[in-house]
């Protein structure tokens, strides 16, 4: 192989963490050496600093940082005490998580079916899942929307289904921190706003985090409490039931870094995604953005129908190319939560999509020379 041919072929990273790793430099060493350096390693001073940042980022009242995505949706509902009678109406093509919080406390998720083109909660069938959780002799309570790959579930039209059947919106934005919707930023859209900090996110730290957001000061001051134990006046003082969801010093400090590179990286991935965007859609169906919606590009997502998936990933992947499902297997398909109920006419949408979909590699520093590799790669693989 000659020196061209083996550059050509040298594997390309699905997400690159180390490239922004060395973009970032010593500035996270620095931070981290500062944390080592006072030893509050526990809520120390760069947690409620990351926490003002992030609230100013996205114009939210309140950021509360937690310790996972995961966190930041049990934290609410148990703030909002959603248990056994009730249901939280949730989309299936979603990460399991989304649904897992439910079930902890208690309550029964009800999954709705999405809208093919944006990939997210189809406001139709969450009018029916409602209708399915009454029938079921469920409280409806709650409604996760999911902002899937980056992208903004419909927030007009969810809010007004949620205002008529009184029910809390909490958006689950793990993918989607940075995004925006009619001029409004991710963390203002929904009552309560989800994120996660996992090192694959748009925004991720170097280990486990989360945040919340909210304009409601008493529901933050509870979510803070919860947060640590139930804590009331004092560490001490139990006023409720909590949990050790606290995000790590050192964890807000490499976020407090990151923050900084964050809205360059927003604007790379746009770019990032229309060029692919462009150079596919002839080819496969390209993710459209609804109007009034920017994405953070979690994912770059292509649809590729008549069961050339396969064929796709395994052209790219004998290439050095990476892909990934997500999701081949719908929530209501995995073995812990099929016997939930679904909204009356099923998830088609959902069930088509997990058959289609397949992402491409996709992140900030994706250069136009590997990116046109990855793109001659899908055309030869599709046009074969
Ligand atoms: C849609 C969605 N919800 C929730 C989560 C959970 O976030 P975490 O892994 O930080 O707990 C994820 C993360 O993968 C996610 O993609």
Request: with cysteine; glycine share 6%.
């Amino acid at each position: 192989m000659n020196q061209q041919a083996r550059v050509d072929a040298a594997p390309i990273p699905f997400i690159d963490v180390a490239a922004q790793r060395r973009r970032l430099g010593t500035a996270i060493d620095d931070a981290i050496a500062r944390v080592l350096g006072h030893c509050q390693f526990i809520m120390g001073p760069e947690v409620r600093a990351l926490e003002a940042e992030l609230a100013a980022f996205c114009g939210a009242r309140q950021a509360i940082s937690c310790a996972s995505g995961t966190d930041a949706l049990l934290l609410p509902l148990m703030a909002k005490g959603i248990g056994p009678g009730d249901a939280v109406i949730c989309p299936s093509f979603t990460f399991h998580a989304t649904a897992e919080v439910v079930t902890l406390l208690g309550a029964t998720p009800v999954f709705a079916d999405v809208e093919a083109t944006s990939f997210n909660l189809d406001p139709e069938s969450l009018v029916r899942a409602v209708a399915t959780a009454r029938q079921a002799g469920l409280a409806p309570k709650a409604v996760i929307p999911v902002d899937l790959f980056g992208q903004p579930a419909d927030f007009n039209r969810i809010k007004a289904v949620g205002s008529a059947e009184n029910l809390f919106v909490l958006d689950d934005a793990a993918q989607a921190f940075g995004a925006s919707w009619q001029n409004r930023r991710v963390g203002t859209l929904a009552e309560v706003t989800a994120t996660s900090f996992f090192p694959a996110k748009p925004l991720g730290c170097y280990g486990d985090g989360g945040a919340i957001f909210t304009d409601d000061d008493a529901l933050a001051q509870t979510m803070r409490s919860i947060r640590v134990h139930g804590e009331g006046r004092d560490k001490y003082d139990c006023v409720r039931i909590g949990l050790n969801g606290r995000l790590d010093t050192i964890q807000a400090a490499v976020l407090i870094e990151k923050l900084k590179i964050f809205p360059a990286e927003i604007v790379a991935r746009e770019r990032i995604a229309r060029r692919y965007s462009e150079a596919l859609a002839d080819v496969a169906t390209v993710p459209k953005l609804a109007r009034g919606a920017t994405s953070v590009w979690a994912q770059y997502t292509i649809r590729v129908t008549d069961r050339r998936r396969d064929r796709l990933a395994a052209a790219l992947k004998a290439q050095g190319i990476p892909t990934a499902i997500y999701y081949s297997k719908p929530v209501h398909l995995q073995d812990p939560y099929r016997h939930f109920p679904l909204a009356e006419g099923g998830l088609p949408v959902t069930e088509r999509l997990a058959e289609e979909v397949i992402s491409l590699p996709m992140h900030a520093y994706l250069d136009e020379p590997t990116q046109d590799r990855i793109i001659a790669a899908v055309r030869e693989a599709l046009e074969a």
